[in-house]
């Protein structure tokens, strides 16, 4: 998939530099539990697929250090120019579409990427391929259809809008080939693809300030899209918006679920 291929939420948009900070405020932390889990440290050679934003980029270098290398990688770098120094090299991959990087990395990760790439099976496959025998890969993905509302709790008309905005965001998403229930298979396929000490857990924010701002951002983003497709007015969105920035709402996103392996 290139930039133009119509994919909903491309870097590029104004609103994407939100959503990064947004993610980075509510994942950060179980991902760099994970990492820490994994044993990253110096010397370490990093391949950050669909990096994005830079958070995950600079806390990967930080770790590895002047004698370890971090490759960024995404179909998109315009956001990634900050950290473009060693030692993170920066290049523009789509893990999709083309051959793994070479070079034997201790690490792989991919956070809320693969729910957007067509051809999930050949990413992951590429992604093991570019690890060295007993590295490791930690994919992290949302599941939007384990829980598939901006508000769980529907107790007013406001929780109701948000709700069916949502329905309608998934609707355009799977409309551009997302699996909305991928985050739930990937410890099943790790281990399918060979993969050794296959764990996996969870992350499910409930309300945030970085909840509310990832609405905000997304809703945003998306809203040429709900309007023309007719899944919601303008109307619709100018009241979800204002309900949103009102604060009165507990905003949820969908689970974040992480699992990882090490390759034989």
């Given at each position: 998939?290139?930039?133009?291929?119509?994919?909903?939420?491309?870097?590029?948009?104004?609103?994407?530099?939100?959503?990064?900070?947004?993610?980075?405020?509510?994942?950060?932390?179980?991902?760099?539990?994970?990492?820490?889990?994994?044993?990253?440290?110096?010397?370490?050679?990093?391949?950050?697929?669909?990096?994005?934003?830079?958070?995950?980029?600079?806390?990967?270098?930080?770790?590895?250090?002047?004698?370890?290398?971090?490759?960024?990688?995404?179909?998109?770098?315009?956001?990634?120019?900050?950290?473009?120094?060693?030692?993170?090299?920066?290049?523009?991959?789509?893990?999709?579409?083309?051959?793994?990087p070479a070079g034997g990395f201790d690490l792989v990760h991919a956070r809320l990427?693969?729910?957007?790439?067509?051809?999930?099976?050949?990413?992951?496959?590429?992604?093991?391929?570019?690890?060295?025998?007993?590295?490791?890969?930690?994919?992290?993905?949302?599941?939007?259809?384990?829980?598939?509302?901006?508000?769980?709790?529907?107790?007013?008309?406001?929780?109701?809008?948000?709700?069916?905005?949502?329905?309608?965001?998934?609707?355009?998403?799977?409309?551009?080939?997302?699996?909305?229930?991928?985050?739930?298979?990937?410890?099943?396929?790790?281990?399918?693809?060979?993969?050794?000490?296959?764990?996996?857990?969870?992350?499910?924010?409930?309300?945030?300030?970085?909840?509310?701002?990832?609405?905000?951002?997304?809703?945003?983003?998306?809203?040429?899209?709900?309007?023309?497709?007719?899944?919601?007015?303008?109307?619709?969105?100018?009241?979800?918006?204002?309900?949103?920035?009102?604060g009165g709402m507990d905003l949820a996103t969908a689970p974040m679920i992480s699992a990882w392996g090490r390759k034989a």
């Open positions: 998939m290139t930039p133009s291929d119509g994919y909903l939420l491309d870097n590029r948009q104004a609103e994407a530099g939100e959503r990064f900070d947004a993610f980075a405020s509510l994942f950060d932390p179980a991902t760099f539990r994970h990492l820490e889990r994994l044993g990253i440290g110096p010397g370490w050679r990093c391949w950050e697929v669909g990096a994005g934003g830079t958070s995950v980029v600079s806390w990967l270098a930080g770790k590895a250090g002047p004698t370890g290398t971090v490759l960024a990688t995404d179909i998109d770098t315009s956001r990634l120019d900050t950290v473009a120094r060693p030692p993170v090299e920066v290049r523009t991959h789509d893990v999709g579409a083309e051959e793994p990427v693969l729910v957007h790439v067509p051809d999930r099976e050949r990413a992951v496959r590429s992604m093991i391929e570019a690890l060295r025998p007993g590295g490791l890969l930690l994919i992290e993905d949302a599941d939007p259809a384990l829980q598939p509302l901006t508000c769980p709790d529907e107790h007013g008309p406001e929780e109701r809008l948000a709700n069916r905005l949502r329905q309608g965001f998934r609707r355009l998403l799977a409309e551009r080939g997302a699996d909305l229930s991928y985050g739930r298979r990937l410890p099943r396929l790790l281990r399918e693809a060979g993969l050794r000490q296959v764990e996996a857990d969870a992350y499910f924010p409930l309300t945030s300030p970085a909840c509310t701002a990832l609405e905000l951002a997304t809703v945003r983003q998306i809203r040429v899209r709900l309007v023309e497709a007719g899944l919601a007015t303008d109307e619709d969105i100018d009241r979800h918006l204002a309900n949103v920035a009102a």
